[in-house]
């Protein structure tokens, strides 16, 4: 028999799908981004600290500079000509649209004001030119003004290029589907909750892989919350903020008995299940006891590659699922997700 104690954390920055983080196959997302390679099998914690490098965390925006600017009327495009050579184009609606003035865009919230009703989809361009301090200044038929910053204009360049770059910046798409060949990556527990770079790279391994081990917490109740408060908030669920798993008289969950428990994924019938699960072991077991971790994201390549069909079904039809019971209050959930989605 073991006891641990559990969390579940939201995070959607972090979310890699709960099949990733947890452990089964059953429920597996496939829809976040390209594959990545293989995890190199000498990884160790150190040099994933290393690797982990604050890169993809921040991208110091560069100084842009605008060599020239026109609108080209019949392909109803503003075309932007950068110092260092190469071009950007923008369509008229999506400047007019994304207009950043003060009558367009509340500044406090960096959030739109401008009302669709508002929004002449067929405005045309009257002038555009680059002012004095290097921005885009565009006048609309009405006479509104637009002003756009030139970093802010590159950083939404529509070419391939760009916005694969920016989808990068944004949400760290580079990713390792890993089998039975991962060393887990690791963290040291004081580390993480003292250092913020080590805080990072936990949390961009925690990215990457869906799964970290920490090592150096004591052995005591609190330590999952601790951690969590460290980046973010504990979320609450039908079994409290955090809870004790261990052998219960009428145990309410099969995890609360001493019966072998095969892959699965928390939560299904929450219809926005924890993107990241906390689990510390209080007492490890003298016999057993092992944990078991799938990469759903690894599996379900697998699957479409192996048996489209399948994949096709799993991916399209909706399953009820549903929990009802009494622990931190009464429940009775219900909900209906793809097994893969
Ligand atoms: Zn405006």
């Not at 406090?108 to 030119?129: K, Y």
């Not at 926005?272 to 072991?281: D, H, T």
Request: proline residues 5%; negative net charge; contains cysteine.
């Amino acid at each position: 028999m073991w006891t641990s104690t559990l969390a579940r954390f939201a995070r959607p920055a972090l979310q890699r799908s709960t099949a990733a983080v947890t452990c089964q196959v059953l429920k597996a997302c496939c829809r976040s981004g390209p594959a990545a390679g293989r995890l190199p099998p000498s990884l160790t914690s150190v040099q994933l600290r290393g690797q982990q490098s604050l890169v993809s965390a921040s991208h110091p925006a560069s100084r842009q500079l605008v060599r020239h600017a026109r609108a080209l009327d019949q392909e109803r495009l503003v075309e932007v000509e950068w110092e260092d050579g190469g071009h950007s184009s923008y369509p008229f609606t999506w400047l007019r649209d994304n207009c950043q003035c003060p009558l367009c865009t509340l500044q406090s919230a960096q959030a739109r004001v401008l009302l669709m009703c508002d929004l002449d989809i067929h405005a045309g361009v009257d002038t555009v030119e680059v002012t004095k301090d290097n921005k885009v200044s565009i006048v609309w038929p009405d006479q509104h003004t637009s002003v756009f910053d030139p970093e802010w204009l590159k950083k939404r360049c529509f070419s391939s290029a760009a916005r694969q770059s920016l989808q990068e910046e944004l949400f760290l798409n580079e990713r390792y589907y890993w089998d039975s060949t991962l060393c887990i990556p690791t963290a040291d527990f004081q580390q993480v909750l003292q250092d913020d770079n080590a805080a990072l790279a936990w949390l961009l391994a925690m990215r990457r892989f869906g799964v970290v081990c920490l090592k150096g917490a004591p052995a005591e109740q609190g330590q999952v919350a601790r951690l969590c408060e460290r980046i973010g908030f504990l979320r609450l669920t039908f079994y409290g903020h955090t809870w004790q798993v261990q052998d219960k008289y009428m145990a309410n969950n099969l995890a609360y008995t001493s019966k072998k428990l095969s892959v699965h994924t928390d939560y299904p019938a929450l219809n926005f299940p924890p993107g990241v699960q906390f689990i510390q072991c209080l007492c490890p077991a003298v016999e057993g006891g092992e944990s078991q971790l799938v990469d759903g994201f690894h599996v379900t390549q697998q699957l479409q590659r192996e048996d489209p069909e399948a994949f096709q079904i799993l991916t399209s039809l909706l399953v009820n699922f549903q929990d009802v019971g009494r622990d931190y209050c009464d429940f009775h959930l219900l909900s209906k997700h793809c097994i893969i989605e």
